[in-house]
């Protein structure tokens, strides 16, 4: 009857309800976390520049040099392949070049250790915001999890059926209703999964500003005729 089955309908509802609302705050929270390494890692780019000014030429030259072609690489190269849930080859080997150009400094070539320290710092901050980056663009919600919601709403929205009910037309328009709410929050937690895929994506505008912030002569890399990704 239709008591026994609004109760069971009530307490499924209930437990969908709750699931669907930690999807969508788990991949909320893993989008803005990665704007934020987005931010941190164009922050680092831009230190990292300053700081090269420190360092005597040609080494503090070839840092400069390096640290551009890290940032055009991301902005130009990687962010599409990013959407594609892949690294670029051509950002990893600007990102090693950085790194080499940053451990061919010696001692005698910069005013202390503390000097170095602190590139090797903002090196870090780098990679490790970049490795967090390329993280998020799979996607943070398992696959089975993805069944689970999907099998979910079919039961939600099928449950309904068992109602007996005098107004077929109402009862359409409801469960209409309720599918198209639901099919809006599953919409809205697929496109923050992929935070460099579709319409709702992570802006580059972080590495513009630090690009802006770089010589005239360093910022305008052309972009790679062509592009690889890594396995």
Do not use: C
Not at 10 to 16: A, E, H, P, R
Not at 66 to 84: C, F, G, L, P
């Amino acid at each position: 009857n239709n008591e026994v089955a609004g109760f069971k309908f009530s307490v499924i509802g209930v437990l969908y309800a709750v699931l669907l609302a930690f999807v969508v705050i788990a991949v909320w929270q893993n989008y803005s976390n990665t704007e934020i390494a987005v931010r941190n890692e164009a922050k680092a780019v831009g230190d990292l520049t300053q700081l090269s000014y420190a360092v005597p030429d040609p080494e503090g030259s070839a840092i400069r040099t390096s640290v551009a072609d890290y940032a055009n690489e991301v902005r130009q190269s990687e962010w599409a392949t990013m959407a594609r849930g892949s690294p670029s080859t051509t950002t990893a080997h600007a990102l090693a070049h950085l790194t080499q150009a940053i451990f061919d400094l010696h001692s005698d070539q910069i005013r202390d250790l503390a000097l170095f320290q602190q590139s090797l710092h903002l090196l870090a901050v780098i990679e490790d915001n970049r490795n967090e980056r390329l993280d998020s663009a799979n996607g943070s919600v398992p696959p089975i999890l993805w069944f689970v919601l999907i099998a979910g709403a079919i039961i939600t929205l099928g449950y309904p059926a068992f109602f007996g009910t005098t107004n077929l037309v109402a009862q359409i328009l409801m469960t209409a209703t309720l599918a198209a709410l639901v099919a809006l929050t599953l919409l809205l937690a697929l496109l923050l999964d992929f935070p460099f895929t579709g319409q709702v994506s992570v802006s580059s505008g972080a590495f513009d500003e630090a690009l802006q912030q770089m010589p005239p002569h360093l910022k305008g890399h052309p972009p790679p005729e062509t592009e690889n990704s890594l396995p």
